[in-house]
């Protein structure tokens, strides 16, 4: 069973800086990788998938890197609103299902 | 745009069977292009899918969860259902449907979720 490490737990920033996320993962996933954000008392919405593409009305802002085993979440300049906890997924192909990482908080500095 | 809405009991007691719903508007189930999810996240912690079904019957099922998870769908109501039985405090959580790729390698959109409670 493929595990996804998500790095830092916490990222503290301001407004107008850049953010980025990490995500790592235990063997290769190939390009197969998604990022959601969530704010709270919300539900996650699909940023990023098969790692580089914006879902259907995402910002530009946010852009995915990255293939194999490491993957990168970018946010060139943060926006009050992006501050929330963002998850990275991935599909496992046995058994086959979805899994997720642990998070990452992102909050103002 | 396509919505989802669970909808079901916010309390169940231990050892009983927690029962929840999604309607899907916007959208047919019975297209058979898509597939119907459900994950689950207990307060403050991360994201657990549970299972997901599509309309020819197949479902799939997080090993964790098999043997007390049952999803299915009924294309007549536009509707998909989960069932967990043998509930304990520990499935107590916030409850989300979502539709899904065949490859699993998204999930796209979600319902807002439903917060189940497992207490006596």
């Known amino acids: 069973e493929v595990v996804l490490t998500q790095s830092p737990a916490t990222l503290a920033l301001s407004p107008g800086e850049r953010a980025t996320l990490s995500c790592r993962a235990s063997?290769?996933?190939?390009?197969?990788l998604a990022w959601y954000q969530q704010k709270r008392g919300q539900a996650p919405r699909l940023l990023i998938y098969?790692?580089?593409n914006r879902a259907t009305g995402i910002p530009d802002r946010f852009s995915g890197s990255g293939s194999g085993t490491d993957f990168t979440l970018t946010i060139s300049t943060l926006e009050p609103e992006d501050f929330a906890v963002y998850y990275c997924q991935q599909r496992s192909d046995w058994p086959p299902m979805y899994t997720f990482g642990q998070g990452t908080k992102l909050e103002i500095k | 745009q396509v919505q989802l809405q669970e909808s079901g009991p916010g309390l169940v007691r231990p050892s009983q069977t927690l029962s929840l719903t999604c309607t899907v508007s916007a959208a047919s189930i019975g297209s058979g292009t898509y597939y119907w999810n459900w994950i689950r996240q207990p307060a403050g912690k991360g994201l657990e899918w549970m299972g997901r079904v599509h309309t020819s019957g197949i479902t799939r099922y997080n090993p964790s969860l098999k043997s007390r998870v049952t999803i299915s769908a009924d294309t007549s109501k536009n509707q998909f259902s989960l069932k967990l039985n043998s509930v304990t405090a520990a499935d107590t959580a916030v409850y989300f449907c979502a539709r899904g790729d065949q490859m699993f390698t998204w999930l796209d959109p979600w319902g807002q979720g439903i917060l189940v409670t497992v207490s006596s």
């Open positions: 098969d790692a580089s």
């Open positions: 063997q290769s996933v190939s390009s197969y």
